[in-house]
């Protein structure tokens, strides 16, 4: 990476960093762009150029996390299926989802109209993407392809729910990883095997 695309880097980060401080303070639909870029030390134009939207700065780890989904597909072991790719992709991020700083996020999302809107945005996004990318490394019909996509992000948006659940009652760290991991391998079963493998809800 040459200096200018560290630089950069470096001013996106800051702003993103900036904003969540200042969101986690005072709540997301009470900062504005402006106050977002005095803090930083930046101009309202700058801002902007990183970020369309203010959703878009909470939202910031977007790109991130679209590179890891064409990843988790292009550079998946020769013997591994689609399906086993993204459940190993998805059991990664169980740690960050059951984190305190989770907590936070998740809390910012509820309080607010605009960034639930938004994460349904950036979840069509996703769904878009890996259906691109999985057309693209498998030759698949557009159809099928989108359809694939729709099946595996659907289960990413139940883990991310009821990881935000978890996270909303109070409830982080090993144990909440430890149901996390274990409400994301009954959905990759069913995936996997079909509705015939519906299991009974656990008593008690």
Not at 142 to 155: F, H
Request: charged share 25%.
């Amino acid at each position: 990476m040459g200096l200018r695309e560290t630089k950069k880097l470096q001013t996106r980060q800051l702003i993103a960093a900036t904003a969540m401080r200042l969101f986690v303070t005072r709540g997301f639909d009470h900062v504005t762009v402006g106050e977002v870029a005095r803090e930083a030390g930046v101009s309202e134009k700058t801002v902007f150029n990183y970020f369309p939207t203010k959703e878009d700065i909470f939202f910031d780890e977007v790109p991130e996390r679209l590179e890891a989904l064409t990843d988790a597909v292009r550079a998946r072991r020769p013997e591994q299926s689609l399906v086993a790719a993204m459940h190993e992709l998805h059991t990664k991020q169980c740690g960050r989802l059951a984190s305190p700083g989770f907590a936070q996020f998740s809390r910012m999302i509820s309080e607010s109209p605009a960034l639930q809107a938004k994460e349904m945005e950036v979840m069509g996004q996703f769904t878009d993407h890996l259906a691109a990318t999985i057309r693209e490394e498998f030759g698949a019909h557009p159809a099928d392809a989108q359809t694939a996509a729709n099946l595996l992000m659907s289960v990413h948006w139940q883990v991310f729910r009821n990881a935000r659940e978890h996270a909303l009652a109070g409830r982080s760290g090993p144990t909440a990883v430890r149901r996390l991991r274990q409400d994301l391998d009954r959905a990759y079963r069913l995936l996997e095997h079909g509705l015939a493998s519906l299991e009974p809800a656990p008593s008690g």
